[in-house]
């Protein structure tokens, strides 16, 4: 079974900023099936990249994704406070077909 | 535009089943994707795969609750279904329902359209 394991912990930036965020694999994985949630309190996540680099509809090019192999990125830039929120990377497995989640990574921009 | 709805008791005692359903508006549910899951998050914790049922009717179970597990489809409701037995305090959770729709996300398994989460207590 896979594990992702997200860094850093905790994250406070200032608005303009760049923020980078890691997920590594415990083992290689197919870039096809690594994903990216933004989820804010109380609400349902949302899809922000699929395929560990292109953006889901509707998601600004603020938000972009890069990655190969056991070392994924999701890097956002010119950090608005809109983007404080828990990012979750996801993987998909195909045998047996499954999801994995990272433990998610907490980003506060004040 | 598709969207999901979770419903179903919010309290459920140790020992029972807690069954939760999710329904497809804004589209069929025959036709709209070709797989639907169900995603948990306890308390202050993060996202948990809970299980997916495919068109072809096929389930897959996260192993830890697969013996515990049963996810469905009505389509004549269209709706699909979550049956948890012998739940226990470690079930606490918001439960969401969700799905790939977006035809460009196809074959990357990511899930772009959720319910807004239903909200389980498991207690006496």
Redesign the interface.
């Known amino acids: ?1 896979i594990v992702l394991t997200q860094s850093p912990g905790p994250l406070s930036l200032s608005p303009g900023e760049r923020a980078t965020l890691s997920c590594r694999a415990s083992q290689s994985v197919t870039t ?2 690594l ?1 990216w ?1 933004q ?1 804010k309190p109380g ?5 922000l ?3 560990a680099s ?1 953006r ?2 509707g998601i600004p090019d603020r938000f972009s994704g890069s990655g190969s192999g056991t070392d994924f990125t999701l890097t956002i830039s010119r950090l608005e406070p809109e983007d404080s929120a ?1 990012y ?1 990377c ?1 993987h ?1 497995g195909s045998s ?9 990574t907490k980003l506060e921009i004040k | 535009q598709l969207q999901l709805q979770e419903s179903g008791p919010g309290l459920v005692k140790p020992s029972e089943t807690l069954s939760l359903t999710c329904t497809v508006s804004g589209g069929s549910i025959s036709s709209s994707s070709y797989y639907w899951g169900w995603i948990r998050q306890p308390p202050g914790k993060g996202l948990e795969w809970v299980g997916s049922i495919y068109y072809s009717g096929s389930t897959y179970y996260t192993p830890s609750l697969k013996s515990r597990l049963t996810i469905s489809v009505d389509t004549s409701k269209n709706q699909f279904s979550l049956k948890l037995s012998s739940v226990t305090a470690a079930d606490t959770a918001v439960y969401y329902c969700a799905s790939p729709v977006d035809t460009a996300i196809l074959g990357y398994y990511g899930m772009d359209v959720w319910g807004q989460g239903t909200t389980v207590i498991v207690s006496s």
Request: proline share 10%; hydrophobic share 25%.
């Open positions: 079974e096809n099936y994903a949630y989820q609400q349902a996540p949302r899809l990249i699929y395929g292109s889901a509809t828990v979750y996801q998909y047996p077909p499954m999801y994995t989640f990272g433990h998610g």
